[in-house]
């Protein structure tokens, strides 16, 4: 996974070709891939992607 972020357009920009961390991502930000890319409409880091899976597992009892 790599998460590309466009300063100029605000916006990130997460690839990756991995079927289950799309799967993920596409439930987490509710959004689809375009093939293996998946544009977010605001900055996020790489941090606070890891943050945010954290506490939805955490919330489900898996950590």
Do not use: H
């Not at 916006?11 to 439930?27: A, P």
């Amino acid at each position: 996974m790599l998460n590309v972020i466009s300063l100029e357009d605000g916006k990130s920009y997460i690839i990756t070709n991995n079927t289950t961390v799309k799967k993920n991502l596409e439930e987490l930000f509710n959004k689809s891939f375009t093939g293996d890319v998946l544009g977010l409409n605001q900055v996020w880091l790489r941090k606070e992607i890891i943050k945010e899976v954290r506490d939805i597992l955490k919330n489900k009892g898996f950590i």
